[in-house]
């Protein structure tokens, strides 16, 4: 059974005249990334699932086959043909709408459907789709799924790395994703400047053309206080000051929550930070390397991070403020995403003209976490049908992430994105900058 | 070793000409209330905890000694003694900084301490109080203190109350804390009438004169656009419409942890309804009582709520919108309170001149969920020392409550009030009201 | 609803001749002891439930009166009125056929029925058993239902006095159930010696006149090999050594459960062991007071009396082996049981003629862990009706322990009685005694 | 670091005059046969762990070759190289002798090392034993050791096709592990028929040429009293009248702790049992199949064998029982173990001239619940070493199952063999027999 169309779409601009070649070649992009993200790993490697929260490498390259399955071509393509009737119950992830599914938790059983099969269904898939793309049933509502589909995809090419990363920490053998790189010799990076901006009425939320997700509108006037924000990421040196000085052991410097959880949990570094012989170490893509300290701080919960910017006597920004941020000029350039292809977070250049007036890496290299709750904006409405399940039923207990990360897909990435998670979390490339009232 | 003494102070206004006569009345009349609610309660319903989120009427009795002897008598008043070296450790409750404590989830298996140890620890502070309030010690910092002390035992009274109806509930004779008094007959409650407010800038928080928690802090301005509010309260008719309409069976209306908590823990009714032969009953503090449609639901989640707003084709109003509405004229007279003794929510008074054009019923019956999560405003600051754990550290995963209820404390209720509860918590007397865009 | 009556009775001997008055004296006796037993608490104290296996005293006083009102008057005494209809099932324990009940881990919230209610029954239910015994409604069940009442009121002390040290033991202040008695200077206890006994046909299980539990028979013969069993039990000396040794952190002398429970409880030493300043102290029914090194270790779990065993090149008797020994002459002599009120072990008496030739203390002190599993003897069936649930059931996971401890009702111990507890359980006075095969 | 050689050698036999061309012989079939059943399953089936008490099969294959490495080569081939020093880690089960290993619940995790290393590390270990077992190093302990080493990999061969079978059933696609072979029409199976055996000394437990476990012996005398024991193994048509009675809602069949677990898990059948249109279906090695009513029951907890036996009238053997009845000349003809290929029990022959005198289907089929906890034997000894961890350690908490099944590896059962799992355990082709008093 094909879930029901949305009828009142979102994402918004689903204008008539949306350039059917451009969605084309980005469809063509995405869904060949997505291969290539994939191959450097084994048919073992893509079956395991390392915790709840983490999906298996052939689930990730399954669902979001199904996604255009389901939303597009079932919806959409006059005619089209299941793959295999048993592949929507194994890959819808939390879709109620789109009918019933595997559980979650046990997406590491999937060994069959194989992943033989599993590339045989992209193919089919991707064949159905290059053969819609070119006919003439695309409206703008099934142009509009396409788009949502790609970034739909883009979503889970970062979340096959993060969710890859985290499986092979696990391992005995530590295996790395991939060779590593030579690491630059390290400068030392120069102490934050907090850049004053002004209070007031500022317009927050996505407006005008190109594509945004339901979440991020609709665009809406919002006062701020003035504030100031840091021109750059807190990074591994800050934070090794910050444990230096007890930071996880001062229970003052903690949200209540948060200090439950790191005494439960044991927390005392970031995760994937790993103490050998009074040395740390750092778990990445490209297997266990020293930590930099010149590089980003990242997986750090919510709760770190607040108890960090605690001690460093500031807060974190306000989504809004962090938005108002962005859009100064220069701020927004996408850096180190997974264009750039370093899957690590880079360090801060400070020879930059305007390393000390203009907030630096805001989209690349981590998310940041910020002060605000994952709440809809004012006259937010989900769609109506399974789509409308996308964003909205996750907004509540979860933070908002602002920017984008070195594992974010290339294009994927703009100042109003809002990404979120449970404060507890720290598997995504997560960071922090700093943040103060003026 | 006592807590160092906050020096920013909060709460704010600790203006020095405060009316100490005034303070002293109302600190004793405080003191007596708290014993007046204990008096229908053996030892034995005394001592025992129903779950971690409650606490024990002993304990209630003796922590909010326990705050006087440490914030006020320890700090200033010269020559206190203790009046027993170990009772800090069984009586504070969160207050890192006030030295180590008693877990927690262990406070019902105090027995000792004996229910008489408190209450002769209760005389002896009380007793040391009234020296100190004819004192020339009291200044502007101490007279804050008490008066925070006055608030914080108020909140208590509320807990009291609220804990001993969940542990009732769960005996097995279904206890009744009070005799039943006659129930009037209910009319039929009408349609709910959406009263429409302007959008634009409005001033948010506490300010003037009269004491408020820090939380409430600083006002602000904050942009809101048009809204719609109800004029009345979601009633126990409403609810059963909303169950027999698959409230609690349609994964559709509900945010995504919601539905997992409703599932997992088996919800089908608010907390403490019961089905008997077909029809609901409701454990309350008169014992187990019919359901009464016509008053106010209680006792239901922020998920339940939340689900039930979108049921509606509705939403919940953010914290700002609920204040903006309660600064109407004639919405914020204190109703329902513990002033009048109902012990319950009471219904609708649908012969009131103003009942469509002003909400009803806002400050007394129900807290009311909002759509806010608990965070701090802009400017907020913590106070230093034990003192500013009162309210900051628990800025996260709770949502903000505005309102009050049937067993607030009389004098304890204003429209700056903001209280918190995790999304899941249902033992205190939780309702909603609706609310939309315009 | 009154159970059916057992038709196939249980515990054996019901024999018609029972001498009724002597019946009717420790009747008396034993309702009496209860009383005194909690006569030191507070009503708070009775109300509380510190875990899940232990009860409140008031339900215990309330239990102990159940199981008489139902198996003995409901069932044999005409006209006999329940005191309360809501009582059985607020005090039914386990017996399935007896009815619906309250579950066991809410036990701690029977704040009502009052201590004073429960008073009231059992003066209720000791007047009319008075009135029963003396009439001649007692035939031979139902004098054997009295004495299994009896018998069963006798355990529920032993654990009355086991669960409120747990309890207290929990407390911040550490109460004493009593006043500290003097403690007598302690002699160095000698080795111990193993005493030779032969293997070969013996028979094991109780017979001939006098009460027994349907679990002790039917009395059957059994093959043993050659063993030798130690003339003295384990003391706290012996165990401070093995802790010294390396006891509680070296796996390979642990059963594999044994170690996984015991590095997740994270044991050190034995429960109610505490090290204050580098000097062990124990929480006993007299409060906390040091370790005495000549009185037998107690409250141990079954894991950790095996890796004694191992550790000291040992092993724990078969409970067979036990009742041999406990049946040589001058080793069943009921010793230090709750009849001599010492409430705690006693130290080895090797000035004893006999102290190197004859098992020492197996009745009283402490119970002893076997390596027999709680099983069926060889022709064992459970009584029909509800009094069948008393044993039986319970015959899967548990251990058997022999002997009797300080805290067992007097005139209960003899060298037959099987009682069973899981392996990793340690709230009793649990202790042990080496074998060895020879 | 290889682990101390045992040197009380266990098992027992460790003759110098083994036949090493025999010994060899079944070396290399033991090691072909588990590439054999791995061979249906693709590396995407072999790394996945579906619950703590399954291995993935990888690991398994892995498993035992380094036990081959550890024990023997390392401890006896002069010269041998480790494969790969980071094996052991991944590989070592529970031998904390032979170092520290990689957390049993994250098996599944093991991705790498990769199936392919793992066959290399199987053909060099392999080539390692060839050269070994033609040189003059292999002494007498050497010879046990491979013997041990043989029927440990027989053990794993067993665990890989239940932890297969377990790993599917919760798979989306219920795959089979092999094609379905057509199913004989099946014939009413007769009563059961009880056979009745003498008490008196009966002697027990392995004795004489062959291997056997530690845990087999020593051999010793052990008086029994008169009992009977079924022909014939308890069917599915005898379990579907089980359920029909209500054996899964009435709790006095029931032992307490079997109760709360088949009520916490929702038991209302055997595992692997789907109610699908009224009819019950059985997931089997052979995909899911219709329930077939004559052949035996299996993949039952003890709990609920016990269950059913209570039901029935009747109770389980011992294990003492068991084995005088296999010992009964025709009992205990190797039936339908692995040898057969049949993979499933099959039904009661009962045109068997002895099918009502001797007991049918002792060795092959199912195993056979008993009513012996796992305890040593009078005069067990475990080895020293690590060896010596085999058995010993797991003596407590288990039963005792006796038999083997459809999955035993051929020439792997015995009449004295004693096998033993949790009593909630159900994923082992688990069945009963039942047994009575005479």
Known sequence: MAPSPPTNLRPRDAQANVNLDDLTRRLVETRALSMELASPLSSEDMVVQSMEDASPTKWHLAHVTWFFETFVLQAHAPGYQLFDERFPFCFNSYYVQAGPRHPRPARG?????????V?????????ALDRFMGSSAVNAEAAMLVELGINHEQQH????????????SLGPLKPAYREPRGLAAQPITPDVTMIDLDGGLHRIGHEGAGFAYDNEGPAHRCQLEPFAIANRLVTNRDWLAFMADG???TPTLWLSDGWACAQTNGWQAPLYWE??????????LEGLVPVDPATPVTHISYYEADAYARWAGKRLPREQEWEVAARLPGASDEGNTLATRALRPVAFDAARADATTVPQQMLGDVWEWTQSAYLPYPGYKAALGAVGEYNGKFMCNQMVMRGASCATAPGHARASYRTFFYPHQRWQFMGLRLAEDR
């Open 157 to 168: 090419q970062e979340l096959l790395l993060t969710d890859i990363l985290h499986a092979f």
């Open 247 to 249: 930071g996880y052991t």
């Open 275 to 284: 103490l050998r012989e009074e040395r740390w170490w750092h778990m990445t």
């Open 119 to 127: 590339m045989a269904y992209r193919a089919h898939v991707d064949e």
């Open 109 to 117: 059983l999937l060994t069959r459907p194989s992943l033989d099969a």
